[in-house]
Each structure stands twice: as C-alpha cells, then as structure tokens.
C-alpha cells in the first residue's frame, strides 16, 4: 500500500520507540570502511586503527597534538581580511568573510601561535582548511610574515602547517603577491640561522605548495597526504593519459626527492623536536 493511501487510512508505520543512533556516534573509514566509535577514532588522533588512513584534523587538534601540555599563546589573532577588489560572485567576498567566521569560530585561514614542544619554545603556523578552503589571502601572507619577525627577535625556530586549496580567487593579485612575500621573509628567517620545518598536509596546492610549504629547510608530511600544484585530475586531463599509481602522494614525493620526511600523527611531535634540536 501506497503512504498516501496509508495516510488516508489513518495508517501509521512510524516506531515511535525506535532507538535512532546518534550522528557522530561512530566513524566509518574512507579508505578501508572500517566502522569504529567516534571516542576510539578521536582516541587515536583521527587515524583509522586498521589501515592508518589519516582524517583531516583541525588547526586546533594539531595544537593539543604538539604543544606540550596543550599551552600555547596565539598570535596577531586580530588580523581581519580586508576586501580591496570589492568582489562579489555569487555573494560580496565580505560577506562570505563573515558567513565563515560565523560557522568555523575562525577569523582566517592562518592560526599562528608560539609554545612549547618537548620544552622547546617554538613558533607555529597552522592554515585552517575550513577558511575558505584554507586558501591564502593577504592576511595569511601577513602572520607568516610577522612570525618570522617574531621568530628572529626572540630567536624561535618556526614551523608551519599547510593544507590549503592554493590562493585565495577573492583577493586576486594581492593573494598571489603573498607567494613572494613569504618566500622573502623566509630567505630573512635562513639569513638569521633558524630553522624553518614545512609540515604538508592533506591537501597542500597551488600557490601554497609554489612557495613557503615547500620552502623548509626540512619538509615533511603526513601519510598519504597529496601535495601539488595543480590536482591529479587536472593534470590527467591536459596530458591526455593516465598518472603513475599514488602520483602526488606524499609516499610518491618522498621517493622522488620532493619531501624529507613522512611522519605519522602520533610521532609528529617527537619528530618535530628532534629535527629543531638537530638544527638549534
């Protein structure tokens, strides 16, 4: 029988007691489509126990993950976007501004904060991928820049955290300029004998990945992470054939000389701290 027909009836199908299984209550990995708790899942960092998937994790549980005891003071945390080419596409770029803030409690795609790890006070940058796709704008260019003034004065290494889209479209020009302010204000950071560590996560392209990510005196990155200029599909379809299995995965740059080093989640801290104490 039909539901409309039910309905005229007075026939009603819906279990007024039945049990409904809470969003979140559970997480189901992508790539191996292992099912486990949510706690579990939080438990082990956002890494699937069964394959080593790496979930994407935000700024602030990169920070619990790294900084000792999870004490950090957060810096230029007042910088706001500005909207110098009045764009407008589908809504005004300052409005898309606010609509964000407002969803992710984020005021841009750039955390900068300095603290302590493994007792070594360090700088450290994190793009949030949930500011519109973490792309950079002049105000990520602007904390990368005055983290390296931080770093130099107080004499800090600095480490930066990238997962991004690449420029951000809205500030047109002005995002591309960030790509060779960055990568100065990194030369000014090597010229004073500080280390600068490029963390790469999933994902780091475009402009991001043409300037300071791939900049670091060590780069590294998490497992499976792609990192690139343009995607895999963009690629594959201007050259008109297929790409080489795992192509722009971390694994893949690791074996062609693009990256220094893969670091899994739960050794990311230790790894940190050893190469700031090789170099320090």
């Known amino acids: 029988m039909g539901w409309f027909n039910r309905l005229q009836q007075g026939i009603n199908t819906e279990t007024k007691d039945k049990k409904e299984i809470k969003e979140g209550l559970w997480y189901k990995c992508p790539n191996c489509k292992k099912i486990v708790p949510m706690d579990d899942h939080n438990e082990n960092l956002g890494v699937c126990d ?4 790496h979930d994407k994790i935000s700024t602030l549980e990169y920070f619990s993950i790294i900084f000792d005891d999870n004490q950090y003071t ?3 945390q007042n910088l706001r976007a500005s909207d110098p080419l009045k764009f407008k596409d589908k809504k005004k770029y300052t409005d898309r501004v606010v609509a964000v803030e407002q969803s992710t409690g984020l005021n841009e795609a750039m955390t900068s904060a300095v603290g302590k790890i493994e007792e070594l006070d360090v700088v450290v940058c994190s793009m949030n991928f949930e500011f519109i796709g973490g792309s950079m704008g002049s105000v990520v260019g602007e904390k990368i820049a005055r983290s390296v003034d931080y770093c130099i004065e107080k004499h800090l290494p600095l480490v930066i955290f990238s997962k991004s889209g690449g ?7 002005i995002s591309l300029m960030q790509m060779a302010k960055t990568s100065a204000k990194l ?11 490029s963390v790469m996560l999933d994902p780091t392209t475009g402009g991001v990945s043409a300037s300071y990510a ?19 599909r963009v690629i594959r ?5 297929d790409l080489p299995e795992g192509f722009q995965r971390s694994e893949f740059l690791l074996e062609h000389g693009f990256l220094d080093y ?6 990311m801290k230790q790894t940190i701290a050893r190469f700031i104490r090789m170099m320090m």
Do not use: V
């Open 167 to 173: 420029a951000r479209m809205m500030e047109g020009a």
């Open 50 to 53: 069964g394959c080593g998937f």
């Open 262 to 267: 893969i670091a899994p989640r739960k050794e």
């Open 237 to 241: 379809e201007f050259i008109g054939r």
């Open 74 to 76: 957060e810096l230029f």
């Open 214 to 232: 791939m900049l670091g005196d060590i780069n590294m990155s998490e497992p499976g992470a792609l990192i690139g200029f343009a995607g895999p």
């Open 187 to 197: 030369t000014q950071l090597s010229d004073a004998k500080l280390p600068y560590i």
